[in-house]
């Protein structure tokens, strides 16, 4: 669909040399000169708290469906989207063989030369940070099954998820369900950074640009970070859990109630990060306004053109949740 792909072309980003071409080669070259790009100065401000790691949301799925409905589950699914805007999914129901293939093609295609891989993908793009990504829309897939099987199957634990909120929230499930009709999907790669590792980000910090966000965490090797209480939280790697990610649509639709929390990519000294996002967002031509839970309630946000919102939030420096100030009522 034409809305599909103008999301692609705006998921550009400046071309940089590919780091990963760049973390192949010769420590000698690695200067502090070659890798000034991706240094954070800032990267040190905000403590990090490993042992707040093991308290990140874990919803069930299984406890959320309309023929099995716990309240419990829901009461778990609202709390993690309130106070966490993460938390990681399990008895999610992507198949097992589903989720091994998607990994495997992922790492074989990382391993692929760069001129391949670039004749490959659409748009690849650095992550703004010493990350390399490649971006698919619906109709702008490689032409693996895998990748058609996972975004199938990721679509419907996104309606899943949609749905369970919709009931949460007694939102009408007709003007739920186009909140997460587009699916982009974006292959992250983050090189090991022997030289500096604790110097560069793999990924800024930043909030999520959709609506919800579906990640899995490829080949469980750890850097995602999540903002809370102004301190950086590690997010463990779960084999058999998605993690899932309220985006600053739904921070905007539910007036603020659900929070699109701010999060960044840390490097690993020896060790690649491989993971793949998806994004689902809106279609592009639609809107989207607050919903307040009473007359009363004061608005946050105001009523958001999807189209003008994505372009702002892909255009700009990435920069926490600066974004989402776009999208303020005053
Ligand atoms: O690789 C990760 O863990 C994070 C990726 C991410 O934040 C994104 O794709 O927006
Ligand atoms: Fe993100």
């Known amino acids: 669909m034409a809305s599909e792909s103008r999301i692609a072309q705006v ?4 071309p940089v040399r590919n780091v990963q071409d760049l973390a192949a080669c010769d420590a000698g ?4 000169d070659a890798l000034e790009r991706y240094v954070r100065p800032d990267i040190d401000k905000d403590a ?3 042992e707040h790691s093991g308290e ?3 919803v069930d799925l299984g406890r959320l469906n309309p023929q099995h409905w716990e ?3 829901a009461a778990k699914l609202r709390y993690a989207c309130e106070e966490w805007g993460f938390f990681q999914v399990l008895n999610h129901g992507v198949p097992e063989e589903v989720m091994v293939s998607i990994k495997r093609d992922i790492q074989e295609f990382f391993e692929l030369p760069l001129d391949v891989k670039n004749a490959y993908a659409q748009t690849p793009g650095d992550l703004q940070g010493y990350g390399q990504a490649y971006v698919f829309s619906n109709d702008q897939k490689l032409d693996w099954k895998s990748l058609e099987d996972y975004s199938a199957e990721v679509e419907k634990v996104a309606h899943s998820i949609a749905t369970a909120i919709g009931k949460i929230l007694n939102i009408d499930p007709e003007l739920m369900s186009d909140k997460y009709a587009v699916q982009v999907l974006r292959m992250n790669y983050y090189p090991p950074c022997t030289s500096m590792p604790e110097k560069v980000l793999g990924f800024s ?4 640009g959709s609506f919800l966000t579906i990640l899995s965490q490829v080949n469980s090797v750890e850097g995602l970070q999540i903002k809370r209480h102004d301190a950086w939280v590690p997010v463990k790697p779960h084999p058999e859990a998605l993690l899932v990610n309220v985006g600053d649509f739904l921070e905007i639709m539910t007036n603020g109630k659900f929070k699109s929390i701010e999060h960044r ?4 000294a020896h060790k690649e990060r491989l993971s793949v996002s998806a994004f689902h967002s809106p279609k592009f031509d639609g809107v989207v306004s607050p919903a307040t839970a009473t007359p009363t309630e004061n608005l946050l946000y105001r009523t958001v053109k999807v189209e003008g919102y994505i372009k702002h939030s892909m255009s700009n420096k990435l920069d926490g949740k600066r974004a989402l100030d776009h999208a303020k009522a005053f």
């Open 11 to 14: 998921a550009t980003t400046i």
């Open 48 to 50: 990090v708290l490993y």
């Open 265 to 268: 990519v840390i490097i690993n």
């Open 71 to 73: 309240e419990e589950a």
């Open 29 to 32: 070259e690695l200067t502090a």
């Open 205 to 208: 910090p930043h909030s999520d």
């Open 56 to 58: 990140l949301p874990v």
